[in-house]
């Protein structure tokens, strides 16, 4: 089973996927050429759609997986089948879950600073500063170079974009002055903005757990409930520009969304989304409930 799940991670690196990718990609083609050689005791290619099926069930029931896993792993399935087994794909056989979508937590802008402006080490600090004023990703933000950062036109250059597209985000001077702040303390960095922490690994980005780590670590300092994220940040800078009446093209653009349909998230995250709208009981209330 080596040699298929080789095939799969080479046609993976041949369409050109990022190396997250491809270790994502790879997770449960792994337990699903474990499952074949281990219960099915079949070859990829002689598997039927049931038994694909039962893999899935199988999969849910051992690991206790949520739907939208699932569905990555059926992704996973399908790739595996058509670039692999060069055999088509009917998603009539196996077809996507559907699950239920959540708004994700968003802290308060009162919240956010606070957050930011009371840990205690510069670096994460910074990095925090970095996501909310500009909308970065935490990967982004960890593969941040020094000459991304483009001070006399205040703006941040992102090479490594989710989208594969190049784009610049905006640079708040606050976010600058914590980062000369890091800059000047922490050895000051020519490479990557933030190196890994140790010697053997400083010539690669920091790895993102770095952040998690502290960020989670601020929350139990600050007696908070365990909600925030590295995402959180960014998705708080589209929801307090839409608050704060910036138009979801300059969002859009700002974040570096493909469809302005990723943006709309942030009108129903903004608190302010309802705060002119006159309930019709209020308004009836107001006409006929006085004489």
């Known amino acids: ?38 219960i099915l005791h079949k070859l990829p290619e002689d598997v039927s759609w049931a038994e694909l099926r039962d893999f899935i069930r199988w999969l849910q029931k051992e690991k206790n997986l949520s739907d939208r896993t699932l569905n990555a792993c059926i992704s996973q399935l399908r790739f595996f089948t058509i670039y692999v087994l060069h055999k088509p794909w009917d998603p009539s056989q196996l077809p996507m879950r559907k699950f239920d979508a959540y708004l994700p937590y968003v802290p308060s802008q009162e919240e956010a600073f606070q957050f930011i402006s009371t840990m205690p080490d510069i670096k994460p600090r910074a990095m925090c500063a970095l996501m909310y004023s500009s909308g ?28 594969r597209q190049d784009r610049y985000a905006s640079l708040s001077r606050y976010a600058l002055d914590l980062l000369t702040q890091y800059w000047f303390q922490c050895g000051r960095p020519t490479g990557w903005l933030f190196p890994g922490s140790q010697k053997r690994v400083s010539d690669r980005p920091i790895n993102t757990y770095y952040l998690s780590w502290h960020i989670h670590k601020h929350e139990e300092r600050l007696g908070w409930p365990t909600r925030i994220t590295c995402h959180s940040f960014r998705h708080a800078f589209g929801t307090h520009l839409y608050e704060n009446g910036v138009d979801l093209l300059t969002i859009k653009a ?4 493909k469809s302005l349909e990723s943006t709309m998230l942030y009108v129903h995250l903004a608190a302010t989304r309802f705060s002119d709208v006159i309930n019709p009981l209020d308004k009836m209330g107001g006409i006929y409930g006085t004489k």
């Open 1 to 38: 089973m080596d040699d298929y799940l080789k095939q799969f991670r080479e046609m993976i690196s041949l369409r050109g996927l990022t190396d997250h990718t491809i270790v994502s990609y790879s997770t449960y083609i792994r337990s699903y050429l474990d499952y074949l050689s281990n």
């Open 254 to 257: 700002l974040l570096g969304h």
């Open 136 to 163: 970065l990703r935490i990967g982004e933000v960890c593969r941040l170079r020094y000459e991304d950062i483009d001070r006399k036109n205040m703006r941040i250059h992102i090479s490594h974009t989710k989208a």
